[in-house]
């Protein structure tokens, strides 16, 4: 049998057969009304039988046996409470977990190969400004024109990007070096430069073995991060060092990651991702909310509702199923009243 509480209206269902006497008590768990149930009295099927309502035969119908609780001489279930996470919560922690696996995926491949490119490009571009230097000086050395060389290398040393251009004769000494802005690189190392001239030590970190026509080292010069090359001159024993800078394209990845344009991009990711959560909400959450409001108004007894499909596929199977359903409880709750 079928109980409401007057006050919060929950619903239980009362196993009449383990009521002892005409009547029991007990307690509403919800707001702790006190709810007396009479034990209905088992009359004679007759003809003349009053027919049962729609919510009287649905309760019949849709009655199952609950766990038991025993309280005083009544056992009661209560209905299921509605508690749980709402479905767009579902689908917003989809989208942000799917944001960050592919945001995490697009930083692996970026530290994992644009480093390597980069170098490689840096590394390029500074053989390739060493050959040059080389092709240019090759004569003025030959000639003993040193003024021509310091020349050249004090044009090289300002081209963008190039920290610093210098020549060295084959006993060691440096008859050309110049650097581009001295004043990217720290104070004691600008003063070491003004007192002595452009450093050996620096060209010493990149020194070539017999045999080698060149190489390149990663150098610390000053506080700044340099890529070294040294190129080999054939006819005078002399050697070239050219310089570039690392942290200017460093500088200019960062730039890049946030520049106006990577901002409006990530912003407008945002964006569609919001679009697309209340396109999806719209779609699934608010015709299951309808779906399972219809439900429970067909639960009391409103069996004349007519459910539309509604929502994607799935959603309208559902809605179909609720629909046969109905017309069988239906035409069930007709039977019982012939």
């Known amino acids: 049998m079928l109980v409401i509480c007057e006050d919060c209206a929950k619903k239980y269902n009362i196993d009449e057969s383990r009521i002892k006497g005409k009547k ?17 009295e088992v009359e004679a099927f007759s003809p003349e039988s009053k027919p049962i309502s729609d919510k009287e035969a649905v309760a019949q119908v849709a009655a199952m046996e609950l766990p038991e609780e025993q309280q005083g001489a009544t056992y009661a279930a209560s209905a299921p ?16 977990t799917g944001f960050l696996l592919v945001s995490g995926a697009f930083a692996y491949l ?14 390029l571009r500074t053989q390739a400004v ?3 230097f080389s ?10 024109h040193y003024l021509q060389v310091n020349k ?33 690189f720290d104070s004691q190392f600008v003063e070491q430069v003004k007192k002595q001239g452009f450093p050996k030590d620096v060209l010493a970190q990149n020194k070539l073995l017999p045999g080698m026509d060149g190489k390149h080292v990663r150098i610390v010069v000053g506080g700044q991060k340099l890529v070294d090359q040294v190129a080999f001159i054939p006819d ?12 200017e394209v460093d500088d200019a990845i960062r730039n890049a990651l946030v520049s106006p344009l990577t901002l409006s991009l990530f912003g407008a990711v945002i964006l569609v991702g919001l679009i697309m959560l209340l396109l999806l909400s719209k779609l699934i959450a608010k015709p299951m909310r309808e779906l399972t409001d219809i439900a429970n108004r067909i639960s009391f007894g409103q069996l004349d509702l007519v459910i539309t499909p ?6 309208r199977e559902l809605a179909t199923a609720f629909e046969r359903m109905r017309f069988s409880i239906k035409a069930a709750m007709d039977r019982l009243r012939k």
């Open 135 to 144: 092709g240019i000086i090759k004569k003025p050395l030959l000639l003993r």
């Open 81 to 96: 409470s509605g508690k749980g996470t709402r479905i767009g919560t579902y689908i917003m922690v989809t989208m942000i």
């Open 310 to 315: 509604r929502g994607p596929r799935e959603m």
């Open 236 to 247: 005078t024993e002399s050697e070239v060092h050219v310089g570039v800078y690392v942290s």
């Open 130 to 132: 060493t050959q040059a």
């Open 24 to 40: 029991a008590k007990f307690t509403c768990k919800e707001c702790g009304h006190i709810i007396v149930v009479e034990k209905p």
């Open 110 to 123: 970026y530290l994992t190969f644009i480093p390597e490119i980069i170098n490689n490009q840096i590394e």
């Open 152 to 184: 050249e290398a004090q044009r090289i040393s300002k081209v963008s990007g190039v920290a610093y251009a210098a020549v060295v004769n084959k006993k060691g000494i440096v008859i050309a070096g110049f650097f581009s802005d001295l004043n990217r």
